[in-house]
């Protein structure tokens, strides 16, 4: 995806250590449990970026749940992104990223499934990406959908529901919703963050955090073509802490009940 790297990793890493640690004391006392997943988005490539996020989730023994573009994919790719994954199969969810990742409404937010088009349309193309991904990862693919833009509409919903999908992962708040099809959203962005005072950002993002814990569940939203040196420190020594924290379950998709 297009974009630069968000204002707040020109922050001290040091500082973002200390209010980590701040901001972990602080909402831990304030709750009992939660779980906490990452997910990381626009997979397909491979890359430098790629494997710097592969080895930190993979040192930390911390799974990560992988959306991955469908119409990206290619055996290739596949081969030299299992290299990269390693030996441990166990730690990674590879789900569905849209298909294309093309924007499709002509007005208003971006959406590859939006409200703009017709069941048909949205179920053929939901069903090219699923079958591109089982032809390509095989049993490695699991049948979860995570829509380009964090949403998509009601004729989604329904259609991934037939095709037994588990769930989807949005952004938080996003509709409509599903009475049935689970949406383990994101409550946490890393690297898509819009606001230029890096400062002000600094402060939103612990805030959006103790938050995101204190709901019990936390989703953090990976983009990993836009991770500068200080946000992969800042993602080691965030992957450290929570490693370490009883009270938190650190899962994929794959394993919410
Ligand atoms: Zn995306």
């Given at each position: 995806?297009?974009?630069?790297?968000?204002?707040?990793?020109n922050c001290d890493?040091?500082?973002?250590?200390?209010?980590?640690?701040?901001?972990?004391?602080?909402?831990?006392?304030?709750?009992?449990?939660?779980?906490?997943?990452?997910?990381?988005?626009?997979?397909?490539?491979?890359?430098?970026?790629?494997?710097?996020?592969?080895?930190?989730?993979?040192?930390?023994?911390?799974?990560?749940?992988?959306?991955?573009?469908?119409?990206?994919?290619?055996?290739?790719?596949?081969?030299?992104?299992?290299?990269?994954?390693?030996?441990?199969?166990?730690?990674?969810?590879?789900?569905?990223?849209?298909?294309?990742?093309?924007?499709?409404?002509?007005?208003?937010?971006?959406?590859?499934?939006?409200?703009?088009?017709?069941?048909?349309?949205?179920?053929?193309?939901?069903?090219?990406?699923?079958?591109?991904?089982?032809?390509?990862?095989?049993?490695?693919?699991?049948?979860?959908?995570?829509?380009?833009?964090?949403?998509?509409?009601?004729?989604?919903?329904?259609?991934?529901?037939?095709?037994?999908?588990?769930?989807?992962?949005?952004?938080?708040?996003?509709?409509?919703?599903?009475?049935?099809?689970?949406?383990?959203?994101?409550?946490?962005?890393?690297?898509?963050?819009?606001?230029?005072?890096g400062?002000?950002?600094f402060?939103?993002?612990?805030?959006?955090?103790?938050?995101?814990?204190?709901?019990?569940?936390?989703?953090?939203?990976?983009?990993?073509?836009?991770?500068?040196?200080?946000?992969?420190?800042?993602?080691?020594?965030?992957?450290?802490?929570?490693?370490?924290?009883?009270?938190?379950?650190?899962?994929?998709?794959?394993?919410?009940?």
């Amino acid at each position: 995806m297009a974009g630069s790297v968000s204002a707040i990793w020109n922050c001290d890493p040091r500082d973002m250590a200390r209010s980590l640690d701040k901001c972990l004391g602080e909402s831990l006392e304030k709750f009992g449990r939660a779980k906490v997943f990452f997910r990381a988005d626009d997979i397909a490539a491979p890359s430098q970026n790629f494997s710097r996020l592969m080895g930190l989730f993979r040192d930390n023994k911390t799974p990560l749940c992988l959306a991955v573009v469908p119409a990206w994919m290619s055996h290739t790719r596949w081969e030299a992104l299992g290299k990269i994954a390693g030996d441990d199969a166990s730690l990674w969810c590879w789900h569905q990223h849209g298909w294309r990742h093309r924007n499709h409404e002509a007005t208003g937010k971006k959406q590859e499934f939006g409200p703009s088009r017709t069941r048909e349309a949205v179920a053929r193309d939901l069903a090219l990406g699923r079958d591109r991904l089982e032809s390509v990862l095989g049993n490695q693919f699991y049948p979860f959908f995570t829509p380009p833009w964090n949403r998509c509409g009601s004729h989604t919903l329904a259609v991934l529901e037939d095709m037994g999908y588990s769930g989807v992962s949005r952004s938080k708040g996003a509709l409509p919703t599903s009475d049935t099809l689970p949406d383990l959203f994101v409550n946490v962005d890393l690297h898509t963050r819009r606001e230029k005072d890096g400062g002000k950002d600094f402060q939103a993002f612990f805030h959006e955090f103790s938050q995101a814990l204190e709901t019990g569940c936390c989703g953090v939203m990976i983009h990993h073509q836009l991770m500068n040196e200080t946000a992969f420190d800042f993602l080691e020594v965030l992957l450290q802490a929570l490693g370490t924290e009883k009270k938190l379950d650190l899962i994929a998709f794959n394993a919410f009940e």
